[in-house]
């Protein structure tokens, strides 16, 4: 899985995902400061699924028609420490089998909920 995290992503959390030997790169290292909308780019260009704490990204996808092929996943934990959220998306990863492709993921503690969304056709 290639993972691109988004700029609010702890970067403790982006080392644990590394260091667990995931494919990922993190906005807050090599791009800080980009849009959403390049975010979203950058990910379709290398076939990346975003993980972010920011919330535009369902309206992004919904309202604006951005659809990252590889998905997005928004994670919606509050109080954590910054290596909570790798440690919480490594059990996820571990004991779920879920496919993120074209899907808006949101994490909670209590559940993970997904919602379908499909390519433009063109």
Do not use: C, W
């Not at 975003?50 to 919904?62: A, N, P, R, S, V």
């Not at 790798?86 to 994490?107: A, E, H, P, S």
């Not at 909920?113 to 499909?118: A, K």
């Amino acid at each position: 899985m290639k993972i691109l995290a988004n700029e609010n992503f702890p970067l403790k959390s982006v080392k644990l995902l590394e260091k667990a030997g995931f494919d990922i790169k993190a906005i807050a290292v090599d791009k800080p400061g980009i849009s959403d909308k390049e975010v979203i780019q950058l990910a379709e260009k290398e076939k990346r699924t975003i993980i972010t704490f920011d919330k535009d990204y369902g309206e992004l996808i919904y309202k604006h028609g951005f659809k990252p092929e590889a998905g997005v996943i928004f994670m919606r934990l509050s109080n954590f420490k910054p290596e909570d959220p790798g440690i919480y998306l490594l059990k996820v990863f571990k004991t779920k089998d879920l496919n993120f492709y074209q899907k808006l993921t949101v994490i909670d503690k209590e559940k993970i909920r997904q919602r379908i969304y499909s390519k433009p056709k063109g």
